[in-house]
C-alpha cells in the first residue's frame, strides 16, 4: 500500500466547509446564526458520514462480486465510544477537518469533545468487539458487526462522598448521527407458547408473543477507506404500536402497554460483567438479537440465490462468548423447521458455520440457564437443545461426561462448545488454561477445536488518534503514516532507543501528554496534580481478581514508608484509578469507598506535597481512557495470575510507552516475551503457584503476620484511620484479607511493594527509563489488532482479506 489504492475521496478544507454548512441547513434544519456546538458537531458528522458512503459501497458491491465468504460477529456488547475523530483519522481528513471547523468559527476540540460516547458495553470484552470491527474493515474481511441498540447504555458513575451512585446513561438523547435506520428491515422474533409435531425432524412452533426486530445501520470505515463493513445494531418495537380499544375506553397504560414490553428488550445494558444472575430480561435480550442476526444471515445468503446447506462455505459466524450461545439451536430451528433439514444435516450445517470465543475461567462468570426458564421462554430450542446434548453423548460414546443439560441447568460454554467448528481462547496462557480446566473433557473427545488468538488493540484509536505527540514523531521516523495499518513496522524504533536525542524526543512527547492529562484532572474532577511526577495508572473495570485493592494497600504502605522516614527516596508518583463497579458487587463498591478514602488522607497530608497524590476520576470511560493512557508512566496489569483472560489495556499502554507493572497473567505473558524480561516489571506467583498455594491450605494471615507494612495497613484501615475514625466500615474488607482472600492478595503483597520499589529505582535513572519505554512501544507490533483479525482469517473463518 503506501496510500497507492485508497478509496476514501480527498477533500479539502473548504469543499468540508461548503459540506458543512450544507448539513447543518439541510440535514439539521439550522442556521448558522443560531447553531449550538452540537448543531456544528452533528454537521460535521453528517458532512463525513456522506464521504463515508461511497467507499462503503464499493466494498458491499466488491464482496458480492467477488462472492467473499463474509464473517459475522455476533456481540452483546460494542463499546465503541466516539466515532468522528475516528472516522476523520481513518479518512485523512483531519487537516480539512480543522480547517472547515475554524472557517465556520468554532473550536475543533469542543467540538469533537462534545460527541456523547457510546458505552454499549461493560468493558474488555466489548472493547475488543470494537476494536475487531476496526480491524475487519482495515484488513478487508467482509463483515457485520451484529448486537443490540441499547437505549440506555453502561450506567454513568457518579462518587457521593466517595461512595459509587450510578445514573442511567444517555447515549441517544442526541441523535446518533452515525446510523441509518433501516425500517424495511425488521424481522419478528418469537417468545414463549406451545410447540407441536411437524413432518420428520421437524415442529410447529406458536409463540405466545412477539417483538420485531428493526436494523440500524452504522458504516465502520476502515483505514484510508480501503474497505468499510458494518454494524448492524437491532432495536425492539412492538408489532402493533398500541391497542386501539383500551385507547378509545381512555386506558391510555392499557393502550401502550403491548410496546413497553417490547421495547423493554433493548432499553439497557446489563452492568454485570461477573456474575450472570439468570435474568429472564437477559435472555431474552440475547435471543433476540442472535435470532434477529441469524434471520437477516439466512436472508441475505437466500438472496445470493444460495441453499442454505451451502451456509458454512459462505458465511462464518463468530459468538463473542456464550452471550449468543443460543445460535447453534436457533440456527437448527430455521434449518429444520423453515427450510426441511433433517435434524444431523441441519447441526452439521450449523456445526460447521458457528465458532465461539471463551473469554473467562471463572467458573461462576459462565452462563447456565435454568431448564425451566429456556423451556419456557424458549420451548422449541429447550428441544432442540436436548437432542443437540443426546447427539453428542451418542457421538463421542460417552453418555455420562460432558452433559449440556445438567442438574435442571443448561451449560451455555459446553453448548457453544459443542456447536462450533472453532473455539478460541484470547491469549497464550488462557488458551492452555482453557484445554487444562474448564474444556478438558470436551477438548479430549475434540483435541483440535480449541485455538489461541491472542487479543489486540486498534492502533489507529489507541495511537494514531489518543497520541498525537507519538504519532508525529512515528510517521517522521517510518517515513509515512502507513504504520497505523502496518504496525510491525514499529519495530524500527528499537535501535532508536540508544539515540540519546531520540530518547529527549520520546519523552518530550510523554511529559506533554501528562501536562495535558493534569490540566484536564483538575479541570474536569478538581484534583491537581504534579505532572514531573510518575503516572502509575490502573483503569479497568473494579473487581477482585483485578485486585485494585493490593494497589490501594501498596499505596497506603508507600504513604506510611515516606512518613515513617521523609529523607527516603521513593519516586514522587500519581497513582491514578478509573473504573466502575456492577451496582450490585457490594465488596468492588466497598473498595471503591476504601480507594477514595486513601486518596483523600493522602491529598490531605502537606507531608506528601510533590511526593505522592492519589486521583480516581469519577466515569471511566472510552474517552477517558484516551487521555489516560498516553499520559501512563506505569501501567498495572496485577491480576492473580490464572484469572484475567488476556487484558487489552495492558496492550494500550505499553504502546504508548508505559513500562508495566504485573503479574504474569493473560496477555501479560505475550508482552513480556515482546519486550524482554528486563524491560517490564514482573511480580509475585504464576498461575500454578498460586494454585499450589489453595491447595496448600492458603491461610492469609500468616503472610499479614510477615510483612509488618502489609500488617499496619490492614490495622489502620480497622482502626479507621482512613476513614474518620469509623473502624466498622471496611470490615467486610479487612475481615476477608484476614481469613480467606480469595485472590491472594496478601500472598502477593511483599512481593509487589517491593517490586515497586524496584520500579522507583528505574525512575531515578531518567535514560534508562526511557530507554526501556522505547523498547516497549518497538514492541508492540504483535498487539495490532489486525495481526489478530488475520489470524481469525486464516485459521477459523477461511477467509482471505482483501487489503
Ligand atoms: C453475562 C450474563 C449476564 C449478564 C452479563 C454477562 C456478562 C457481560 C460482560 C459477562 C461477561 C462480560 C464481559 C467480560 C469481559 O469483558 N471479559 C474480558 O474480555 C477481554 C477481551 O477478551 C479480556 O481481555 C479480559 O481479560 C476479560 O476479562
Keep these: 500500500h503506501d496510500g497507492a489504492t485508497d478509496t476514501a475521496k480527498q477533500i479539502d478544507g473548504e469543499a468540508l466547509r461548503v459540506a458543512m454548512a450544507h448539513s447543518l441547513r439541510y440535514a439539521i434544519g439550522k442556521d448558522p446564526v443560531t447553531a449550538t456546538l452540537s448543531d456544528w458537531r452533528l454537521a460535521l458528522t453528517r458532512a463525513v458520514r456522506d464521504l463515508v458512503v461511497d467507499p462503503w459501497f464499493a466494498a458491499t458491491r466488491r464482496a458480492y462480486a467477488e462472492k467473499r465468504k463474509r464473517v459475522y460477529y455476533l456481540s452483546m456488547e460494542f463499546l465503541i465510544g466516539r466515532l468522528l475523530e475516528d472516522a476523520i483519522h481513518n479518512l485523512g481528513l483531519e487537516a480539512a477537518a480543522r480547517e472547515a471547523v475554524a472557517a ?11 460527541e456523547p460516547d457510546a458505552a454499549l458495553g461493560n468493558g474488555g470484552l466489548g472493547r475488543l468487539a470494537a476494536c475487531f470491527l476496526d480491524s475487519m474493515s482495515t484488513v478487508g474481511v467482509a463483515a457485520h458487526g451484529y448486537g443490540i441498540r441499547y437505549e440506555h447504555g453502561l450506567f454513568r458513575q457518579r462518587f457521593d462522598q466517595g461512595w459509587q451512585g450510578e445514573e442511567p446513561e444517555d447515549w441517544l438523547r442526541q441523535r446518533h448521527a452515525w446510523e441509518f435506520e433501516r425500517s424495511e428491515v425488521a424481522y419478528p422474533i418469537g417468545f414463549g407458547g406451545e410447540v407441536s409435531p411437524g413432518e420428520g425432524d421437524g415442529a410447529l412452533w406458536t409463540p405466545s408473543d412477539t417483538v420485531l426486530a428493526a436494523a440500524y445501520d452504522t458504516p465502520i470505515p476502515g483505514w484510508r477507506g480501503r474497505w468499510t463493513n458494518t454494524l448492524r445494531l437491532w432495536d425492539a418495537q412492538p408489532v402493533r404500536e398500541f391497542d386501539l380499544e383500551p385507547f378509545n375506553r381512555g386506558d391510555y397504560m392499557a393502550a401502550a402497554a403491548p410496546s413497553v414490553f417490547a421495547e423493554t428488550i433493548s432499553r439497557v ?7 450472570p444472575q439468570g435474568k429472564e430480561l437477559r435472555l431474552k435480550q440475547e435471543y433476540f438479537f442472535t435470532a434477529a442476526s441469524l ?8 438472496a445470493m440465490g444460495l441453499e442454505p446447506r451451502s451456509l458454512a462455505a459462505h458465511a462464518a459466524i463468530q459468538l463473542n462468548d456464550t452471550h449468543p450461545a443460543i445460535a447453534g439451536p436457533e440456527l437448527v430451528r430455521l434449518l429444520v423447521d423453515d427450510h426441511g433439514l433433517d435434524f444431523d444435516e441441519a447441526f452439521d450445517v450449523a456445526s460447521a458455520t458457528l465458532n465461539y470465543t471463551n473469554h473467562t475461567l471463572m467458573p461462576e462468570a459462565l452462563e447456565r440457564w435454568s431448564t425451566d426458564l429456556m423451556g419456557h421462554a424458549l420451548p422449541r430450542h429447550m428441544q432442540i437443545i436436548e437432542r443437540i446434548d443426546t447427539r453428542h453423548a451418542r457421538e463421542t460414546k460417552r453418555p455420562d461426561s460432558v452433559r449440556i443439560v445438567d442438574n435442571g441447568e ?23 488454561l482453557m484445554k487444562q480446566t474448564v474444556f478438558a473433557e470436551l477438548h479430549a473427545l475434540h483435541p483440535e477445536k480449541i485455538v489461541n488468538q491472542t487479543n489486540g488493540v486498534t492502533p489507529r484509536r489507541w495511537l494514531y488518534g489518543c497520541n498525537a505527540g507519538m504519532r508525529r514523531l512515528l510517521t517522521e521516523t517510518l517515513g509515512s503514516e502507513e504504520w497505523a495499518a502496518d504496525l510491525d513496522r514499529i519495530a524500527a524504533l528499537a535501535p532508536l532507543a540508544e539515540d540519546a536525542a531520540f530518547r529527549e524526543r520520546f519523552q518530550a512527547i510523554k511529559t ?15 484534583v491537581s496534580v504534579d505532572p514531573t511526577a510518575m503516572f502509575d495508572i490502573q483503569i479497568k473495570r473494579i473487581h477482585e481478581y483485578k485486585r485494585q485493592l493490593m494497589n490501594a494497600l501498596e499505596t497506603a504502605a508507600l504513604y506510611n514508608a515516606i512518613k515513617a522516614d521523609p529523607s527516603a527516596e521513593f519516586a514522587p508518583r500519581v497513582k491514578i484509578f478509573g473504573g466502575k463497579a456492577a451496582p450490585g458487587y457490594a465488596m468492588a463498591k466497598l473498595i471503591i469507598k476504601l480507594i477514595n478514602d486513601i486518596a483523600a488522607t493522602i491529598n490531605a497530608d502537606p507531608a506528601m506535597k510533590g511526593r505522592l497524590a492519589v486521583a480516581y476520576p469519577a466515569n471511566y470511560n472510552v474517552s477517558m481512557a484516551e487521555i489516560l493512557i498516553p499520559a501512563a508512566d506505569l501501567s498495572e496489569q496485577i491480576s492473580t495470575a490464572g484469572k484475567e483472560a488476556s487484558g487489552t489495556g495492558n496492550m494500550k499502554f505499553a504502546m504508548n510507552g508505559a513500562l508495566t507493572v504485573g503479574t504474569l497473567d493473560g496477555a501479560n505473558v505475550e508482552i513480556r516475551d515482546a519486550v524482554g524480561e528486563e524491560n517490564i516489571f514482573i511480580f509475585g506467583q504464576t498461575a500454578a503457584e498460586v494454585l499450589a498455594t489453595r491447595a496448600n491450605g492458603y491461610a492469609p494471615q500468616s503472610f499479614i503476620d510477615a510483612d509488618p507494612r502489609l500488617a499496619q495497613v490492614v490495622e489502620q484501615i480497622e482502626a479507621g484511620f482512613f476513614s474518620g475514625g469509623d473502624g466498622e466500615r471496611f470490615r467486610a474488607v479487612t475481615e476477608n484479607l484476614r481469613g480467606h482472600d480469595w485472590f491472594q492478595v496478601c500472598a502477593d503483597f511483599t512481593s509487589y511493594y517491593d517490586r515497586q520499589r524496584v520500579v522507583d529505582d528505574a525512575w531515578a535513572k531518567p535514560e534508562e527509563w526511557t530507554r526501556k519505554a522505547v523498547l516497549n512501544a518497538a514492541g508492540m507490533g504483535v498487539f495490532s489488532s489486525d495481526r489478530t483479525i ?10 482471505t482479506p482483501a487489503c
Excluded at 104 to 114: E, I, M, N, P, W
Excluded at 295 to 302: G, K, P, Y
Excluded at 518 to 526: D, I, N
Excluded at 790 to 799: F, L, N
Aim: glycine letters at 8%; proline letters at 1%.
Design 295 to 302: 434471520a437477516d444471515i439466512l436472508r441475505r445468503h437466500r
Design 269 to 275: 445494558l446489563y452492568p454485570d460483567d461477573t456474575t
Design 790 to 799: 488475520r489470524g481469525y482469517a486464516a485459521e477459523v473463518w477461511g477467509v
Design 410 to 432: 443448561v451449560r451455555m460454554g459446553d453448548l457453544a462448545f459443542i456447536s462450533a467448528h472453532r473455539v478460541n481462547g484470547v491469549s497464550a496462557l488462557h488458551t492452555d
Design 104 to 114: 465556520h468559527g468554532v473550536d475543533y476540540a469542543a467540538l469533537v469533545d462534545d
Design 512 to 526: 506533554d501528554n501528562k501536562r495535558a492529562c493534569a490540566a484536564w484532572l483538575e479541570r474536569e474532577h478538581g
